[in-house]
Nanobody, 112 residues
């Protein structure tokens, strides 16, 4: 059974940083593409970043240069380092492993 558990969210002021983690069981990140998505209130879920099996990363234009996706294969954990946070980054963030395995989501709130 696949289980993904996000952590590291919370409240932060604009310009601040957070690092989200996604710990996996039942699936191994080193042999699965993985991604982060987010959903703001009243909006559709949107893609944030992807890391492939080979380690290639891609980031949405809205977060490029500020967010970085990575993984630690020894810990079977996916990360999203978020710097220079803006109020518009406020959302529930979800990790995904493979095509259809999702975490429960974690709240990130950037407030002035």
């Amino acid at each position: 059974q696949v289980q993904l558990v996000e952590s590291g969210g919370g409240l932060v002021q604009p310009g601040g940083s957070l690092r989200l983690s996604c710990a996996a069981s039942g699936v191994i990140f080193s042999i699965a593409n993985a991604a982060w998505y987010r959903q703001a209130p009243g909006k559709q879920r949107e893609w944030v970043a992807t890391i492939t099996i080979g380690g290639t990363t891609n980031h949405a234009d809205s977060v490029k240069g500020r967010f970085t996706i990575s993984r630690d294969n020894t810990k079977n954990t996916l990360y999203l380092q978020m710097n220079s946070l803006k109020p518009e980054d406020t959302a529930v963030y979800y990790c995904r492993a493979g095509p259809s395995n999702w975490g429960q989501g974690i709240q990130v709130t950037v407030y002035s």
